[in-house]
């Protein structure tokens, strides 16, 4: 089985930045979309961005378009989602999944396998 192991949650002020790994192991996601969504108290878990396997086009939410930034090194099997110009609307719990499909998926229920989370809280 596959096991995806998130990091580099934390605290930081608005207009701050933080940068978001998700190391993968067990088993190759080479091949695997990866996605990133994040869930916030009393709210769905909600995509965020995800990438396809190649490192082709990312996709992003609205609300992270022209902050955040999706990458891959299939080489060091890590998914990376750099965050800048935080705001407190981003402050949740960010998961990194991976999805055995060629495409990126925005839905929840495309993706196989999920890490346990990280804390991200934005202070105004």
């Known amino acids: 089985q596959g096991q995806l192991v998130e990091s580099g949650g934390g605290l930081v002020q608005a207009g701050g930045s933080l940068r978001l790994s998700c190391v993968v192991s067990?088993?190759?996601?080479?091949?695997?979309?990866m996605g990133w969504f994040r869930q916030a108290p009393g709210k769905e878990r909600e995509f965020v961005a995800g990438?396809?396997?190649?490192?082709?086009?990312?996709v992003y939410a609205d609300s992270v378009k022209g902050r955040f930034t999706i990458s891959r090194d299939n080489a060091k099997d890590t998914v990376y989602l750099q965050m800048n110009n935080l705001k407190p609307e981003d402050t949740a719990v960010y998961y990194c999944?991976?999805?055995?499909?060629?495409?990126?998926?925005?839905?929840?229920?495309?993706?196989?396998?999920w890490g346990q989370g990280t804390q991200v809280t934005v202070s105004s």
């Open positions: 067990g088993r190759t996601f080479t091949f695997y979309a």
């Open positions: 999944a991976a999805d055995h499909s060629v495409i990126v998926h925005m839905s929840v229920n495309e993706y196989d396998y």
């Open positions: 990438i396809p396997w190649n490192g082709g086009r990312p």
